[in-house]
């Protein structure tokens, strides 16, 4: 017999119970989903969202956060830190920055087609 806390009382209640005899909390309100379709359905979108990145996706993600921490760090360097401030940072900064966006945004973008496509062909 295996014994599950009740989270309301804390009372020590048998798993197979539907509710705690103590307080009458419902422990398992809940409905496991273990059809097999499903659960292939959700494999293959996890596989499909972690696992089947493209290296140059990755690459290309890489770029641009490394564009976007550096330009970053460049804008505050040059107002912050540096022996003469500035009022404002470098248009190189700013264009480091946006760029790092942009890259990143149509990274994600390519890599979802990429993926969608891909998911259509299996």
């Keep these: 017999m295996s014994l599950v806390t009740c989270p309301n009382c804390k ?6 119970s539907d509710e705690c005899p103590v307080c009458g909390y419902k422990l398992f309100d809940f409905e496991i989903n ?3 379709d499903s659960f292939h359905d959700a494999y293959s979108d996890y596989v499909g969202t972690t696992k089947s ?3 140059v996706y990755k690459f290309l993600t890489f770029i641009s956060i490394f564009a976007f921490i550096g330009g970053m760090f460049w804008g505050i360097y040059e107002v912050i830190l ?12 700013y264009f480091l920055v946006y760029a ?3 890259l990143f945004i149509i990274t994600q973008i390519l890599s979802s087609i990429d993926k ?3 998911n259509q062909e299996h």
Excluded: Y
């Design 116 to 118: 969608s496509t891909s």
């Design 53 to 55: 990145t493209k290296p």
């Design 100 to 102: 790092g966006i942009a």
């Design 82 to 93: 540096s022996s003469t401030p500035s009022e404002d940072a470098s248009t190189e900064a």
């Design 11 to 16: 009372e020590k209640v048998d798993v197979d």
């Design 34 to 36: 273990t059809h097999e």
